[in-house]
């Protein structure tokens, strides 16, 4: 099955030799064809160029683009998209006056959501979770990671993992499952952490090992939740029984998870509000990708990622949505390159390559997704006519999507 696209006003992110992220100064070069064409084979992008080179195919299907952008589909590294339920109480809570904070010590936030998704059913919870992952496909979405973590029991997570290893079962999308256990005490434990850790450590990681529900391990640290000494003893585990450290830091404090982050060889850190300068000299020429969640920030209203800080001082930066019930209840990526443009000043061509090729590296997924490139999955964004890319973070609060390619194939 071959599919021609003609006519492409701008063919962006276009990489002939494959790279798996870009950094610091790197970041403002989103390579570009303008009047395109891009030939899918099956499921892969078999090739492109300037329509000047267009060669004599027999196409099944020829699609004009005139006027129209090519890129590839978003790379969304850090969600949350299996819950149950949502918590909109909190959300009026919060326009009341409580903080995030008083709103979870008071047993609320994450401790409500694991008591709404223990009583949920894994048929009920797959069902809610699959109208998540089928909205964010048709917003751009063609690779996502799936964190656990709102079950805090051994069932819980399971559960869990189980609705995220089905949803990949069932859909086109690339989909990379992270086991979130360490995600905040349960109330059963909450004068004996060192049991709930020792439940993580022993029993839940083992299990989740042994079934292969997990390619990640993550933990919460943060004041108040995970210690850097408990997130590193949880992170050893998880080395352990080959799941790799993508890790929640620096969304309140700054307590060295970053430190902790890089010594373990994470694949990510995430979140990252609250950045000193040795955060950010920490980063430094590690193989750690540094991931923003920008809606996080405006939702919360907390600070955002210092992102040209970041870049100056030469680090990647990749974008995801944290799409979760109680801090990001949003998983719109069109929205995060929008909001990292117009909060964090990324250029929008820093914010593309941060939504693309470092957000398929902050999921191991690099070498298929993010780029059009030769021999890369043919998962595409088309949009509708528009002046420029520039458009996309611009024209902030619109749907500039025309179809969505997963596999090679428009989504219905
Ligand atoms: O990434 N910060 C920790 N976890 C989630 C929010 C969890 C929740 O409030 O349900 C986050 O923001
Ligand atoms: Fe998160």
Avoid at 310 to 321: D, H, Q, S, V, W
Avoid at 374 to 379: F, L, M, Q, S, T
Wanted: with cysteine; hydrophobic share 40%; net charge negative.
């Amino acid at each position: 099955m071959i599919t021609l696209i003609t006519n492409i006003q701008e063919l962006l992110q276009v990489r002939e030799t494959p790279i798996n992220k870009v950094s610091g100064s790197e970041m403002a070069n989103l390579p570009t064809i303008k009047n395109a064409f891009l030939i899918l084979k099956d499921n892969l992008i078999e090739d492109f160029g300037s329509m000047e080179n267009l060669p004599k195919i027999n196409a099944d299907t020829v699609i004009d683009a005139k006027g129209k952008v090519v890129l590839p589909s978003w790379c969304d590294s850090h969600t949350h998209i299996v819950y149950a339920g949502n918590r909109e109480q909190e959300f009026v809570d919060r326009i009341n006056g409580l903080s995030y904070e008083e709103i979870a010590n008071r047993g609320g936030g994450i401790l409500n959501s694991a008591k709404k998704l223990n009583e949920t059913s894994e048929e009920e919870l797959y069902n809610q979770s699959k109208i998540r992952l089928e909205e964010v496909m048709h917003l751009g979405t063609g690779a996502v990671e799936i964190k656990s973590g709102y079950g805090l029991t051994i069932e819980g997570e399971l559960k869990m993992l189980r609705v995220i290893k089905k949803l990949a079962e069932n859909y086109p999308i690339s989909i990379k499952a992270t086991f979130l256990g360490a995600h905040a005490f349960p109330t059963h434990y909450k004068e004996n952490k060192d049991g709930y850790i020792d439940e993580i450590i022993t029993k839940m990681i083992p299990e989740i090992a042994k079934n292969k529900l997990a390619d990640y391990i993550d933990v919460f640290c943060e004041s108040g939740y995970f210690s850097v000494e408990e997130t590193e003893k949880i992170m050893q585990t998880g080395i352990e029984f080959g799941l790799k450290p993508k890790i929640h830091v620096n969304q309140f404090n700054s307590i060295g998870g970053i430190q902790a982050g890089v010594k373990f060889k994470a694949l990510s850190v995430d979140h990252l509000e609250v950045m000193n300068p040795e955060d950010i000299q920490a980063l430094k020429e590690t193989e750690t990708m540094p991931v923003a969640l920008p809606s996080c920030s405006y939702f919360l209203s907390i600070p955002y990622t210092p992102a040209r800080e970041m870049i100056k001082a030469g680090l990647p930066l990749a974008l995801a949505t944290d799409f979760n019930p109680g801090s990001t209840p949003s998983g719109n990526m069109n929205f995060v390159v929008a909001t990292a443009c117009i909060k964090m000043k990324m250029t929008p061509e820093e914010a593309i390559n941060a939504a693309t090729i470092n957000g398929a590296y902050a999921m191991g997924l690099s070498e298929t997704h993010g780029s059009i490139t030769k021999g890369k999955k043919a998962n595409l964004i088309l949009t509708k006519p528009i002046s420029s890319y520039y458009q996309i973070p611009y024209a902030f609060g619109s749907n500039l999507i025309e179809s969505v390619f997963i596999e090679g194939k428009i989504l219905k």
